[in-house]
């Protein structure tokens, strides 16, 4: 299994930006899908940011919340993937993990969850 690290979170202001990694430990297959999922104070983990593998190359997906605010990206060399978040709203506010899946992002329930960081946006 392949698990993730999440570091970067913090208390920011409303329009602040941040910027989250996530490193995986343990075994790492040559190629899988990384997603940015969140979960609010009582509600359910949504997906915010995906990067996957479609048709030979790297593609990314958003919820529409955070299109044109966030960016996913990755390292491969270094295992790490990354979520630039900029305009942070208070809506954001939640602990966001990080998650491998397969190559293309179609499935998400053979890989374990890492313990999740969190972001706090003030007004």
Not at 1 to 14: A, N, P, R, T, Y
């Given at each position: ?74 390292d491969n060399a270094k295992n790490t993937a990354y979520l630039q ?39």
């Amino acid at each position: 299994q392949v698990q993730f690290v999440e570091s970067g979170g913090g208390l920011v202001q409303s329009g602040s930006s941040l910027r989250l990694s996530c490193t995986a430990s343990g075994f790492t297959p040559d190629e899988y899908a990384v997603g940015w999922f969140r979960q609010a104070s009582g509600k359910e983990r949504e997906a915010v940011a995906v990067i996957f593998s479609k048709d030979g190359r790297t593609a990314t997906a958003y919820v529409d919340a955070v299109k044109g605010r966030f960016t996913i990206s990755r390292d491969n060399a270094k295992n790490t993937a990354y979520l630039q978040m900029d305009n942070l709203k208070v809506e954001d506010t939640g602990i966001y993990f990080c998650k491998a899946g397969n190559p293309d992002g179609s499935n998400w329930d053979d890989h374990a969850w890492g313990q999740g960081t969190q972001v706090t946006v003030s007004s």
